[in-house]
């Protein structure tokens, strides 16, 4: 462990901000922020069935010879983003359409850097015992001048993938299922394509300062990036096997 300045945190910050394997992520729950880059092993989540069940099993060997040189908690670990469409291989009677991509990306890291939200604690940078090359790589860049982040800016106009029409009648329908007593509430969305200038990860930090919320997460995949902010805790595994679930969105109290 290394005690870090908040200099020294915004540095190495800006210096990996755009690297591919990129992740900065808010743990609302323990109150900090975890930042990390250069995974020792990435992978893109594949769409079809059998190899996404292979990839779940090399993500418990990769991490579990990791995991068992140590009772304490280690820094880094699996982490990556699981698109919409991956419930077509995780939840029963899931049926989405396939993306054009693949249904997300998953790395290996071994360590991170953890920021207080709170304010009251120093940055801090902690590796995994198995760490060589990337603790110098990692160190060094605490060091370096900070990167002057790009300015983003939106392009006018966005392409909706549905015509509004399409989006009409899907609003007839929920309130007919609703009306039916089939559900309660759904959430019928739209997907729109624009371009853009800039670098992403300027746009999500200005997103978490204008919106802030207690989730948030900024992934670089390399060939795209995602920003996710949101003020819905879906899931979180605690101590390896307890999962506490907090949805927005349920029927009525205790369901």
Not at 24 to 48: C, E, M, N, S
Not at 150 to 177: C, K, M, W
Request: glycine letters at 10%; charged letters at 20%; aromatic letters at 10%.
């Amino acid at each position: 462990m290394k005690t870090l300045s908040a200099e020294e945190a915004e540095r190495l910050v800006s210096q990996i901000s755009s690297q591919h394997g990129f992740i900065d992520y808010t743990d609302a729950g323990r109150q900090r922020r975890i930042v990390t880059a250069f995974p020792l092993k990435h992978w893109p989540v594949p769409k079809d069935a059998l190899s996404f069940s292979r990839l779940t099993d090399v993500l418990e060997q990769a991490w579990a010879g990791l995991a068992e040189a140590s009772s304490r908690e280690l820094a880094g670990g699996i982490m990556g983003t699981l698109f919409y469409e991956a419930g077509n291989h995780t939840v029963p009677g899931f049926s989405g359409e396939a993306s054009e991509r693949d249904y997300g990306y998953i790395g290996l890291y071994l360590w991170q850097l953890t920021l207080d939200v709170s304010g009251a604690n120093s940055p801090r940078l902690d590796f995994h015992p198995s760490v060589t090359i990337e603790r110098e790589r990692v160190l060094n860049l605490t060091g370096e001048k900070p990167t002057r982040p790009t300015p983003f800016h939106i392009s006018p106009g966005f392409t909706a993938d549905q015509p509004a029409e399409h989006y009409r009648n899907g609003v007839s329908r929920v309130l007919s299922y609703i009306h039916a007593g089939d559900c309660y509430q759904v959430n019928l969305s739209n997907k729109y394509t624009g371009g853009y200038q800039g670098e992403p990860y300027t746009a999500f930090r200005a997103l978490c300062q204008a919106v802030p919320v207690p989730h948030a997460a900024y992934i670089n995949a390399g060939s795209y990036q995602v920003l996710s902010i949101s003020p819905e805790l879906f899931l979180s595994i605690e101590d390896g096997n307890r999962v506490i679930s907090k949805p927005i969105k349920v029927p009525g109290p205790g369901i």
